[in-house]
């Protein structure tokens, strides 16, 4: 089983849609959790953090349940720019990051 | 502006070749890393480090290695390519090793 575990979609949806993305992860000693952003062949971007009482920025809202060890990705109002994949992460008890595969999103006109 | 830089960006290599890549940051951060991407894998860890002269072995460390001798740089060597080391290589950095980690854009790296 996989540390990290992502639908990997795509999620195809249109413009305007709101949309959400899980992310179940295996070790309960896990102490932060991230979501980056990844555009096709360039570097994942940090888009932001997970705290446990959930927090927001903007449009993106993220959640994290750590008694069902999973980690959510609210999108509301999709707009085209944000087709990407999408990567959760999560920060083992020695400070190493453990990337899920990640989850892609197509948002249509 | 502060940054991380990667080069070469594009690399094609034949096997049994030593090769290096460059990874820069001019944040003066301790903690460097060094992951590879390859379809159907999230980024998987090969080596890193929290400071000068400090270095550890990542989830897929063998046949790679590195050294820091400074702040700013940990370059990856591959001592002797093999075909499985084709992949994209992300060097990142952060302030703290509890922090966030910001990306460098990558070295696409082929292995003939």
């Known amino acids: 089983r996989k540390e990290v575990e992502q639908d990997p979609g795509p999620f195809n949806v249109p413009e305007g849609a709101t949309v959400a993305f899980n992310c179940t992860y295996s070790?309960?000693?896990?102490?932060?959790f991230f979501w980056y952003r990844q555009d096709c062949r360039k570097e994942p971007k940090l888009l932001m953090s997970v705290y446990s009482s959930g927090n927001e920025d903007g449009r993106f809202t993220a959640q994290l349940n750590r008694a069902s060890q999973y980690i959510s990705l609210l999108i509301r109002d999709s707009k085209l720019s944000d087709s990407a994949t999408y990567l959760c992460v999560v920060m083992d008890s020695s400070y190493k990051l453990i990337f899920g595969s990640g989850t892609r999103l197509l948002v249509r006109p | 502006d502060a940054e991380i830089t990667q080069s070469p960006r594009h690399k094609i290599t034949e096997t049994g070749r030593q090769v290096t890549l460059a990874c820069h940051q001019t944040w003066n951060h301790n903690n460097m890393f060094w992951y590879r991407q390859d379809l159907g894998h999230g980024l998987r860890l090969i080596h890193y480090s929290y400071g000068v002269h400090d270095t550890n072995k990542g989830e897929v460390s063998d046949g790679y290695s590195v050294s820091r001798s400074n702040t700013e740089d940990l370059p990856l060597t591959l001592e002797s390519a093999a075909s499985s080391q084709t992949s994209v290589y992300f060097c990142a950095s952060s302030e703290s090793a509890s922090g966030s980690q910001y990306f460098g854009p990558g070295t696409r790296l082929t292995v003939t």
């Open positions: 070790n309960s000693a896990s102490q932060s």
